[in-house]
């Protein structure tokens, strides 16, 4: 083959290579977000502690169920929706599902005072339902540590000195439980006593 010949074939090629119809490679589709389109919205229940000690808690109440997995502070994911032996700080509830969708939610363990302590666990396990979780008997909420140190009186005149009638409902306190209370008004009736 002489060399202008050799050109007439390099053209002829290049021609009906250009000109050829071929599909283009097609383009891969981008991965689907398995998160696109879902809220993860942690919410909790929490116990306080007392300064200097470890007895905080907070469990996960929502969401639940199969597939969740909880964490908080960075810990390692587990099942459990709990956590124990938490001393006051503040904390990050982290929850995520089984494609590893999560959300997360600041919580605070507060410190109280021993006293206080006492104190609020005695609300909590007598004052329920006329005083807690969003009702108000006699115009008396207990439910937030502002109500209950602005209450202070209240407490002691209703619960320990039965005046005009002894609260709770139910029945007297515990000797021992209206000692808390004095206990703690007479240290000065705060959060840190």
Known sequence: MNKNTTYIVMIIVAFFASCSKSDPAPTPLPPVDPCLGVTITPVAGITHTITGQTIGTITATSPIGSGYLYSIGGAAFQPSTNFFNLAAGDYTLTVKNANNCSGSKPITIIGYGPKY????????????????????????????????????????????????????QAGQLTATDKQKIVDWVNAGHRITD
Do not use: E
């Not at 006492?118 to 396990?125: A, D, E, P």
């Not at 969003?134 to 039965?162: C, E, H, M, P, Y």
């Open 117 to 168: 302590f006492s104190v609020k666990t005695i609300i909590n396990g007598y004052c329920g339902p006329c005083h807690l979780n969003g009702t108000t008997s006699g115009g008396k909420s207990l439910q937030t540590d502002n109500d209950v140190i602005s209450s202070w009186d209240r407490i002691k005149i209703r619960a320990v000195d039965g005046n005009p009638s002894f609260m709770p």
